[in-house]
């Protein structure tokens, strides 16, 4: 394969990123990246309002609902990266690490099944004398 001479690259670089070029390609790719963006955000929309719900029915103050959200958000993005066991495996460990900071259990449930998912199959009293089989 032959060099390429001195501004050969940097000229072919200019060339590919002009407008005239780069935008038709972009331009295509925009309205599937904005389905998919749109998407996702319409569903972690949905998920924050569920979670307020159920959050204002058991009567958590507006300060301690910050790790419940975000117990939330970790469950959304494994349940959209996972799938089968691995999911499972992933959403338990999330589900006990926020059990551990505090979380109520009950509440940590119901914010699962909004999304479809369970937690906490194995009995917490497991986890507690150091063992999760």
């Known amino acids: 394969m032959p060099r390429k001479e001195v501004g050969e690259r940097s000229f072919n670089w200019e060339l590919s990123t002009r407008d005239e070029v780069l935008f038709p390609k972009l331009s295509k790719k925009h ?10 955000y319409d569903s972690i929309d949905y998920i924050y309002e569920k979670v307020a719900k159920i959050l204002d029915e058991h009567g958590i103050a507006i300060s301690f609902r910050l790790p419940y959200r975000a117990f939330a958000e970790e469950l959304y993005k494994k349940a ?20 551990l900071y505090g ?3 009950k509440i940590m449930k119901e914010i699962a099944k909004v999304m479809g998912l369970e937690v906490f199959k194995r009995p917490i009293s497991k986890l507690l004398t150091g063992g999760l089989g």
Do not use: C, F, P
């Open 31 to 40: 309205d599937k990246m904005s389905r998919l963006i749109k998407k996702h």
């Open 103 to 105: 979380l109520d259990y």
């Open 80 to 99: 959209n990266t996972y799938s089968s066991k691995a999911l499972e495996l992933e959403i338990e460990a999330i589900a006990y690490k926020y059990y």
